[in-house]
């Protein structure tokens, strides 16, 4: 059962290098004028399934400072964005798609749509699996 966990934990973790590119195409457009950014420390917070994940890799779960105020920005937020490597970010961080992203995806081509989503399902999918543990 072990080595199942960790086998899931690197696809995930293959599947969440996969996706960066792809999902920062949209990012990349929508996110630079967004007058109301997403990554607040709460976002940023690792949840039960993200530990999980991190563990299964045999890799430390990044502390986070809890005097920092829960709306105020995360602390992983850079000048240029997110200064961690979107494997290690807590899952939300991707899954999230604010209406300007899910409305640039609609109008991206398909197959780029579709290839997205497909990844987005299984990821959603292999993470669950830390949850049921
Ligand atoms: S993902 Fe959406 S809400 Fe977050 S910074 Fe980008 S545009 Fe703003
Ligand atoms: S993407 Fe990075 S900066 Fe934004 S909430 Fe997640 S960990 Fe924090």
Redesign the pocket.
């Known amino acids: 059962m072990n080595g199942d966990r960790v086998k899931i934990a690197e696809r995930l973790k293959e599947l969440l290098i996969e996706s960066s590119p792809l999902i920062e195409k949209f990012?990349a457009v929508?996110?630079p004028?967004?007058?109301?950014?997403?990554?607040r420390q709460k976002h940023g917070l690792y949840r039960e399934r993200d530990i999980g994940y991190l563990q299964a890799l045999g890799i430390d779960v990044p502390q986070r400072d809890s005097s920092r105020p829960l709306e105020g920005p995360c602390e992983s937020m850079g000048p240029q964005g997110c200064i961690q490597p979107r494997w290690i970010r807590p899952f939300l961080c991707t899954w999230?798609?604010?209406?300007?992203?899910l409305a640039a995806l609609n109008e991206a081509p398909q197959k780029q749509a579709r290839r997205l989503t497909g990844v987005m399902q299984e990821m959603i999918d292999l993470y669950d699996y830390f949850s049921r543990e």
Do not use: H, K, N, Q
Request: proline share 6%; net charge negative; with cysteine.
């Open positions: 990012t929508t996110c004028g967004c007058i109301d950014v997403c990554c999230y798609f604010c209406d300007p992203l």
